[in-house]
């Protein structure tokens, strides 16, 4: 079992900016990707940014240059720093990480959410 743990969603003006935190723990043999989906009410759950066992980072169109998305491997954890927010930000933010119990089995496991609300 892995579970993720979120921290770092809150309530911020237009502008501001937040960092969130995913940290990953349990029977956790490797990681590989690591990513930040988000659901808006009403809407579809969307990905945000996510990053690779290399590096390599992908963000959404609508938070690229605003949003940086990294990792620190030794703490199994990611970050999305979240800079210049804008109201259409808000969203319940859902950490995501695959990767392997062991050899043979992966994983692909959510965390509960963590609710960003951004004001105008």
């Known amino acids: 079992q892995v579970q993720l743990v979120e921290s770092g969603g809150g309530l911020v003006q237009a502008g501001g900016s937040l960092r969130l935190s995913c940290a990953a723990s349990g029977s956790i043999f490797s990681i590989n990707a690591m990513g930040w989906y988000r659901q808006a009410p009403g809407k579809q759950r969307e990905l945000v940014a996510a990053?690779?066992?290399?590096?390599?980072?992908n963000y959404a169109d609508s938070v690229k240059g605003r949003f940086t998305i990294s990792r620190d491997n030794a703490k199994n954890t990611v970050y999305l720093q979240m800079n210049s927010l804008k109201p259409e930000d808000t969203a319940v933010y859902h950490c995501?990480?695959?990767?392997?119990?062991?050899?043979?089995?992966?994983?692909?496991?959510w965390g509960q959410g963590t609710q960003v609300t951004v004001s105008s």
């Open positions: 995501n990480v695959h990767g392997q119990t062991s050899p043979l089995r992966k994983f692909d496991s």
């Open positions: 990053i690779t066992s290399g590096g390599s980072t």
